[in-house]
């Protein structure tokens, strides 16, 4: 039998009120999903169940980067930030400005860090050969961007607002709008995986990806707020949101969960 939504929530709402029981007995807060979040059913199959990979970097400090990420080969340009202007025409869809800055758990800026972002278009379709959405590819939005922090920790990206889309964790699911963010340290295995929500979207408690997230306090600061200061005058709608590497008041990521 295919799972409901009704069944998610279910499961749902006991995860939430196991957590506060463990609270209320004294246990730390949690700001990070445990692996075995059975309501997003890809975690429990795919969470790492082996300790990780040594490699002996002393031997040969270059064989770490065989196991790292790459992105781009070039420089970072003056449009790589803006996502509207990659291509030849205008993307469909409502322009939009996210900028914010990327802190230490003092609120010290972090300069110079390397902020990736990828996303789907406005009909919810990701430009990927395995996508499996049936909605419109837009010609003009492949919907990949970076830049580079400022002296300020300050990042700022101008794209197209995304799109929810339905995935199959279950019958009817459908994912919030988001944006997925990588931010890089000194080097290339020194990242950290996070996504952006916008506010009031109606499918937050229905995404138990979102919900993983059991303390609300954590869950929250993964939503960006609206700026109206941010908004680009008869062009974009302007939405802020800061990135904490760690300690108390740490964004959430997806690296090592």
Excluded: C
């Excluded at 939009?96 to 003092?106: F, M």
């Excluded at 990588?182 to 916008?198: D, H, I, K, N």
Aim: glycine letters at 6%; hydrophobic letters at 35%; zero cysteines.
């Amino acid at each position: 039998m295919s799972l409901t939504q009704q069944d998610i929530d279910r499961e749902i709402a006991a995860r939430h009120a196991a957590y506060e029981k463990r609270l209320a007995d004294g246990a730390p807060v949690e700001h990070h999903p445990r692996r075995d979040y059975t309501p997003y059913r890809s975690s429990v199959l795919r969470h790492p169940v082996q300790p990780p990979v040594a490699i002996d970097s002393a031997q040969d400090p270059e064989l770490v980067e065989l196991y790292s990420p790459a992105f781009g080969e070039r420089d970072i340009t003056e449009i790589d930030n803006d996502l509207t202007r990659h291509h030849r025409g205008e993307p469909v869809g409502e322009r939009i400005t996210v900028s914010g800055r990327l802190l230490d758990r003092a609120g010290r800026p972090v300069r110079g860090q390397l902020i990736e972002i990828w996303q789907a278009n406005s009909a919810g379709r990701y430009a990927h050969r395995r996508e499996q959405h049936d909605a419109p590819l837009d010609p003009n939005f492949t919907g990949a961007g970076r830049t580079l922090t400022d002296a300020e920790g300050r990042y700022r990206f101008t794209t197209i607002q995304p799109g929810p889309y339905p995935w199959r964790n279950h019958v009817n699911a459908w994912r919030p709008a988001h944006i997925h963010f990588s931010v890089f340290g000194a080097a290339f295995t020194q990242r950290l995986v996070t996504q952006m929500y916008f506010p009031n979207d109606p499918l937050f408690p229905y995404d138990p990806i979102l919900q993983s997230v059991t303390d609300d306090a954590a869950r929250q600061r993964l939503i960006a707020t609206y700026d109206h200061g941010l908004s680009v005058p008869e062009f974009s709608l302007g939405y802020h949101w800061d990135i904490v590497l760690d300690g108390p008041s740490a964004t959430w990521t997806e690296e090592g969960r």
